[in-house]
């Protein structure tokens, strides 16, 4: 059984910073190519930041500059670190991988942004 648990989430005022994590398991993580997407109320989910297995990455205009997404293959995980928030980051933040066919996602982790 394939597993995403994103975790890291919470309140923060505008300009702070928070580091998400998604631990995964049921899958080859080292292989897989993983992202983060986020959700906001009343919008569709949309593509924060991409990471390949080689460790290559790629970005939305919005996140460029402000977030990174790593990946820690003996942990089987994958961090966002975000900084300059702003109150337009403020949404659901999710996980995603590919595997064997299949579309993993997590539940989600919230990110609450205020003046």
């Known amino acids: 059984q394939v597993y995403l648990v994103e975790s890291g989430g919470g309140l923060v005022q505008s300009g702070g910073s928070l580091r998400l994590s998604c631990r995964t398991s049921?899958?080859?993580?080292?292989?897989?190519?993983m992202a983060w997407y986020r959700q906001a109320p009343g919008k569709q989910r949309d593509l924060v930041a991409v990471?390949?297995?080689?460790?290559?990455?790629n970005y939305t205009d919005s996140a460029k500059g402000r977030f990174t997404i790593s990946r820690d293959n003996a942990r089987a995980t994958v961090y966002l670190q975000m900084k300059s928030l702003k109150l337009e980051d403020a949404a659901a933040y999710y996980c995603?991988?590919?595997?064997?066919?299949?579309?993993?996602w997590g539940r989600g982790t919230q990110v609450t942004v205020s003046s």
């Open positions: 990471i390949s297995n080689d460790g290559s990455t």
């Open positions: 995603r991988t590919a595997w064997k066919s299949l579309n993993c």
């Open positions: 049921g899958i080859n993580f080292s292989i897989s190519r």
